[in-house]
Nanobody, 121 residues
Framework: EAQLVESGGGLVQAGGSLRLSCTGP????????LGWFRQAPGKEREEISC?????????SYVDSVKGRFTVSRDDAKNTAYLQMNKLKPDDTAVYYC?????????????WGLGTQVTVSS
């Protein structure tokens, strides 16, 4: 199975922004949906956003990030992005990306190391 690489995390004050990137060295994203997940300390990993394959390109978000986060993809660069604005301390988590056959389905790629996002109040 493919394994993706997440980057772009860091420490930011509440109200700030970060843009996460997700790349897939050595294989193509084209035919897959791409989900963004996060896992906060002591909590289960949850899918927070997904973008369908480029044929469709539709996006979805959980309520807690809707209006603040934007997912996008650039298949030519084999990269997906998660633009995160108006960050809150509750957004503190390790963020992961994964390929899915369809949004909401079980991921078909292995979990990467993730990227840590820490939002200070």
């Amino acid at each position: 199975e493919a394994q993706l690489v997440e980057s772009g995390g860091g420490l930011v004050q509440a109200g700030g922004s970060l843009r996460l990137s997700c790349t897939g060295p050595g294989f193509s994203f084209d035919d897959y949906a791409l989900g963004w997940f996060r896992q906060a300390p002591g909590k289960e990993r949850e899918e927070i956003s997904c973008i369908s394959s480029s044929n469709d390109g539709s996006t979805s978000y959980v309520d807690s990030v809707k209006g603040r986060f934007t997912v996008s993809r650039d298949d030519a660069k084999n990269t997906a992005y998660l633009q995160m604005n108006k960050l809150k301390p509750d957004d503190t988590a390790v963020y992961y990306c994964a390929l899915e056959d369809l949004c909401g389905r079980r991921p078909v790629s292995n979990w990467g190391l993730g990227t840590q996002v820490t939002v200070s109040s």
